[in-house]
């Protein structure tokens, strides 16, 4: 079982910056991992997605502006996000299946291990 914690929300204006970061207590069932988002009232949302071998993948609306990562020494994986709106206000989740490779799409069954989130408030 891999247990993730997430850090790193926060209240940013507009236009502004943060950097997530989640740890992962092991990274052998967690070669691919994930962040989802989920605002009131609305469906959790696939935001990026990072392979064990590197290979990335991102939801539109964040394209440009966020940058998936991660370090595996630390056994940890990172969102940077840059130019911050508020329709970016949501709980953001960090998410990792055993797969190699990345799903062919961001949804939330394709991933069975999950943090308990960490807020970000843009306004």
């Known amino acids: 079982h891999v247990q993730l914690v997430e850090s790193g929300g926060g209240s940013v204006q507009v236009g502004g910056s943060l950097r997530l970061s989640c740890v992962a207590s092991e990274m052998y069932r967690a070669n691919c991992l994930g962040w989802f988002r989920q605002s009131l009232g609305k469906e959790r949302e696939g935001v990026a997605a990072?392979?064990?071998?590197?290979?990335?993948s991102y939801v539109d609306s964040v394209k440009g502006r966020f940058t998936i990562s991660k370090d595996n020494a630390k056994n940890t994986l990172y969102l940077q996000m840059n130019s911050l709106a508020p329709e970016d206000t949501a709980m953001y989740y960090c998410?990792?299946?055993?797969?190699?490779?990345?799903?062919?799409?961001?949804?939330?069954?394709?991933?069975?291990?999950w943090g308990q989130g960490t807020q970000v408030t843009v306004s």
């Open positions: 990072i392979a064990y071998d590197g290979s990335t």
């Open positions: 998410a990792a299946d055993p797969r190699w490779w990345l799903p062919s799409s961001l949804e939330r069954a394709e991933f069975g291990y």
